[in-house]
């Protein structure tokens, strides 16, 4: 049932993206006198079709990973002499520049509305309070403590924290001093905090940027629970079994997730004690964590998938109410803030900044979109929007095959005064649908990996 949870709101997602982003090319080209043949949404066997007034011929298909619309082009073969005025490519470069740059526009207009709906019902985040800061961490040795709140980085204003997640996102890579102003518990005087890093990052896989300078969220834990136990994995051995609910180990009470996961890690080949709670009631069980290697260093697994149930601090959470228009404004930035942000993160995956292991393909998309859809129907929708945004950006890329690429070939048409040669493109062509390829072979891998 998970798995066509996942393939269904994969599909409902996919959809709607292809469907905005065809649409806006559509729309751009009629007004601009283009005849439309083909308006297909996905590829393969026709499930749907019909024609409209205009004998456009619409499409939907069986296989829905993309979308096209085919208008009248002399490029594709011999056009009829009565349709030659309504082919794209005797259209002015100003016009044809309109129609390609149409549907990434209906992206970032689709992430635009589904913020809006989202931020209709208000915005709610948790203060960027320390929670617990790791002894001998970087932000332990820059002065963090329990109940340090991080008033801004770099000058910029960090309200939440994953405004400040994102802040600190600007730094992977880098190396240098990262400016926290602060304040800590019980005054309101600010104090300047400089945590110095050396290529910060640069391998991490997924980083999270607090947690890997030692500062966890104000999280108060109320279960640990295994939602599953590998039977190749030393839990299982030990007799560990889905459902259980872990209490204690060695002893000491488990407070944190993160707390439980590092002590496993740095006990490999060594036992240790976990308290576990079952149906048939507590029971202390002995596991040794088996040796494994990651990241280059050896550490203790169980084999383990947990899942934690708790809550944040009333107190520290923050929320911001906002009317009909003021969810627009609110909806514009952060369309513009996560344009950017996807800007960033390509920028420093070409400069080497930022691990290639984050590529991410289809199945982590699908995998995200069955989480979020399960997780509320915001969460659905704020995802469609970043996917939305993320589809906008990549297909701006100057890359050809793609929107950007022909963009780039009418800005030199501009320059020039005359189109760039036929064979020009098709190389272009040629060289950017194995770029393409490649990188769509080394997202699926890295989806691969990351399930083993």
């Known amino acids: 049932m998970d798995i066509l949870q996942t393939i269904f709101f994969t599909l409902i997602a996919l959809g709607v993206l292809v ?14 006198g283009v005849k439309v043949l083909k308006f297909s949404i996905g590829f393969g066997t026709p499930l749907l079709r019909w024609k409209d007034s205009q004998d456009t011929e619409f499409v939907i298909a069986a296989l829905p990973l993309g979308g096209y619309v085919k208008m009248v082009d002399e490029r594709e073969g011999n056009v009829a002499e009565e349709d030659l005025p309504f082919a794209f490519t005797r259209k002015s470069v100003w016009q044809r520049i309109a129609i390609v740059a149409a549907g990434p526009a209906a992206n970032f207009l689709l992430a635009l509305v589904a913020f809006w709906i989202v931020f209709l ?28 709140e991080i008033i801004a980085v770099d000058g910029k204003p960090t309200a939440t924290w994953s405004a400040a997640t994102r802040q600190l996102f600007g730094y992977i890579g880098t190396s240098g001093d990262i400016p926290f102003t602060v304040t800590y518990p019980d005054s309101n005087i ?19 940027p607090l947690r890997e300078l030692g500062i966890n969220p104000p999280f108060e834990l109320e279960s640990l629970n295994l939602v599953a136990v590998s039977e190749e994995g030393a839990g299982y051995s030990a007799g560990l079994r889905d459902g259980d609910r872990l209490l204690a180990i060695d002893d000491v009470d488990i407070r944190s997730i993160e707390t439980f996961v590092e002590r496993i890690a740095a006990s490999p ?69 996560t344009s950017a942000f996807v800007l960033e993160s390509i920028g420093k995956l070409l400069m080497g900044e930022l691990s290639p292991k984050n590529l991410s393909g289809p199945i982590t998309i699908a995998k995200v979109a069955g989480d979020t859809a399960k997780s509320g129907f915001d969460n659905f929708i704020r995802f469609i929007a970043i996917l939305s945004i993320m589809l906008g950006v990549m297909n701006l890329l100057p890359i050809p095959v793609l929107d950007g690429g ?47």
């Not at 469907?19 to 601009?32: I, K, N, P, T």
């Not at 520290?316 to 952060?334: H, K, N």
């Open 269 to 337: 080949g060594v036992s240790v004690g976990l308290l576990v709670e079952r149906e048939s009631g507590q029971q202390l069980i002995q596991v040794v964590p088996r040796l494994v290697e990651r990241d280059g260093e050896q550490v203790g697994q169980l084999g383990v998938q947990l899942s934690s149930v708790g809550r944040y601090p009333e107190a520290l959470l923050r929320t911001v109410d906002y009317g009909p228009l003021g969810a627009i404004a609110r909806a514009a930035d952060e369309t513009v803030e």
């Open 121 to 148: 019902s208000g915005e709610r985040g948790i203060a960027p309070v320390a929670g617990q800061v790791n002894a001998g961490s970087l932000a332990a040795e820059a002065g963090f403590e329990t109940g340090t």
């Open 190 to 208: 600010q104090y300047q905090l400089l945590v110095p890093v050396d290529r910060w990052l640069r391998d991490a896989e997924e980083p999270s």
């Open 406 to 452: 022909h963009l780039v070939y009418y800005l030199i048409e501009i320059v020039k005064g005359s189109p760039v040669s036929d064979s020009v493109q098709l190389v272009g062509y040629k060289v950017g649908f194995f770029m393409l390829m490649g990188l769509m072979v080394f997202a699926t891998y890295n989806d691969v990996m990351r399930a083993f």
């Open 19 to 32: 469907s905005f982003h065809e649409y806006g090319h559509f729309w751009v080209a009629r007004r601009c």
